[in-house]
């Protein structure tokens, strides 16, 4: 009885998971719209939901250029955080050395807000540039703090077994260690997408205040200048549709990645 | 019973001790002589060093005193399979790539990588499972992939730490018939590990009872039935006889003070 149940409640569940934030989705639009029509409040304090989206398709060339500009830096930005992130992972991993003399800094960087630290790139860098470090700069350490740890998470065992097996130091690396870390690796990466958007938005923004840049973020700041409120909505909207469709991006990559494996994306049969 | 007495030494122990650096002594004055194409088990309680005594023959660790040594050669060479307790299977690769490993690393080539891994995986009774993944496998037979990575470069010396411990009884036992046909057939050189009677008078043709930490010979025991030994050997009063004995060296042992 229980067995039959099951697919049915399981289908129901997942109908469910999609359609209440869907659902939650419609009436706070909803709610906003009323608000706004009831209080007849004027669109440079409040445009309503229907005039955000209006907005979104009359200024579709601009604010797309503006998103192409933002994701551009946002990618590379996060590719750079990979590369960077990972072989700092692999050079701590081979020298305590260098782990010892450099890992605070690391540190020291993660924890300065990205914000104060913005302003100075800008007056040392281009400014492609320096949106582009900032990017790097807040996403890069996920993906070392991630690659540490599984560089360090190795089974106990395998490593005696390669070491038995006389081994080179690059064996163990390429054979053992990376292949080990790389779900941490992967995780680290989910959170890093996320982060290199915080971190061009906010380049951008600083930017923007300097005059210059035509992402998606500088828009907001732009349109905020111009008490231009409807944009300022439409350019935000698109900017969390852009994070949110990094992160799904990034979780079916990782999945793809270790679905024929890795315990977290195998899928098993009750 | 083929008799071993004249054979060469695979591996010699001389008055070893081995402490840790917590200060735990884990084998105290341990000789023991490994003879070529024997079957050893060191039989003891939980913690009395045979893993230790083990892990010093693989030459994963170094003996405080005392000598270790391999007079034909071996440790050096990477000619020691080691079977872990856990399967301590690759999960990213299949059976076959995971068997493979060993001689990937020795940098053999393709066509006889290929061939090998082919053989042993029949040999083990896997073949068909090659292109499976650990996690689709059963304890007993991510066990046998175990053994054959171990077996897939025909060692000079095949240690095993406890390999079957953690399996329920059934599989325990088809492991142990089918570890016997091939210790039996490839007259391979063996140390097990185990703390069970029953596993160890069933494999093997010398059981070194050891004492609890620190570990040390306590006797030695000669199980004289002939090779290869199956089910019928397991119900015989004969075995029934060296279980006892051996029972009774453990429980000599146990009470030995250090």
């Keep these: 009885m229980n067995e039959l149940d099951t697919p049915a409640r399981a289908r129901r569940e997942r109908i469910l998971r999609l359609a209440l934030p869907l659902l939650a989705l419609l009436l706070g639009g909803l709610v906003w719209h009323l608000v706004v029509k009831v209080n007849d409040v004027p669109p440079y304090v409040l445009p309503g939901p229907g005039l955000v989206a209006n907005t979104l398709v009359t200024d579709w060339p601009i604010l797309w250029q503006s998103l192409l500009v933002t994701l551009t830096t946002t990618f590379q930005g996060l590719l750079l955080a990979l590369v960077g992130g990972v072989g700092l992972a692999i050079l701590f991993n081979q020298s305590r050395l260098v782990e010892y003399s450099l890992y605070p800094y690391a540190v020291v960087l993660q924890v300065t807000p990205i914000v104060a630290i913005a302003p100075l790139l800008l007056i040392y860098l281009p400014q492609h540039l320096a949106v582009l470090a900032c990017a790097w700069i807040v996403a890069f350490f996920p993906v070392l703090a991630n690659t540490t740890l599984g560089l360090n998470s190795v089974d106990h065992n395998l490593r005696d077994l390669f070491r038995l097996c006389g081994a080179t130091r690059a064996q163990v690396l390429f054979r053992l260690k990376l292949p080990s870390a790389l779900p941490f690796m992967l995780e680290g990466l989910k959170i890093a997408g996320g982060l290199s958007l915080i971190g061009a938005v906010v380049a951008e923004i600083a930017a923007g205040s300097a005059g210059a840049g035509s992402g998606l973020a500088y828009r907001i700041a732009e349109s905020g200048y111009r008490l231009n409120i409807p944009r300022m909505f439409a350019a935000l909207l698109l900017l969390s549709l852009a994070g949110i469709v990094i992160f799904f991006a990034l979780s079916l990559f990782s999945h793809v990645m270790l679905r024929r494996w890795h315990e977290s994306a195998v899928e098993r049969e009750s | ?258």
Aim: proline content about 6%; glycine content about 8%.
């Design chain 2, 1 to 258: 019973m083929t008799t071993t007495a004249g054979a060469p030494a695979v591996v010699t122990l001389r008055g070893v001790e081995k402490v840790f650096a917590d200060g735990t002594q884990a084998i105290a004055r341990l000789d023991l002589d490994v003879r070529a194409g024997e079957f050893v088990t060191l039989l003891g309680p939980s913690g009395c060093g045979k893993s230790t005594a083990l892990r010093l023959m693989a030459a994963l660790s170094d003996a405080t005193r005392g000598t270790v040594s391999w007079p034909g050669g071996g440790a050096a060479h990477g000619e020691i399979g080691f079977v872990f307790q856990e399967p301590t299977l690759m999960p990213w690769t299949t059976v076959a790539g995971n068997v493979a490993l060993p001689l990937k690393l020795k940098g053999a080539p393709t066509a006889e990588i290929t061939a090998r891994v082919e053989k042993v995986l029949e040999q083990v009774g896997l073949a068909g499972f090659a292109a499976a993944y650990p996690r689709q496998l059963s304890g007993g037979m991510k066990m046998r992939v175990s053994i054959a990575r171990a077996l897939v470069t025909t060692p000079r010396l095949l240690l095993m730490d406890e390999p079957f411990a953690a399996l329920d009884e059934i599989t325990r036992f088809k492991l142990n018939n089918d570890l016997m046909a091939l210790a039996s057939g490839l007259g391979m050189t063996v140390v097990f590990v185990t703390h069970s009677v029953f596993e160890s008078v069933f494999l093997s043709q010398r059981i070194v009872v050891m004492t609890p930490r620190p570990g040390r010979v306590f006797a030695e025991l000669a199980i004289e039935a002939p090779y290869p030994r199956g089910d019928a050997f397991r119900t015989s009063p004969e075995y029934a006889a060296y279980c006892r004995r051996a029972s009774e060296a453990l429980s000599a042992a146990m009470e030995t003070r250090p």
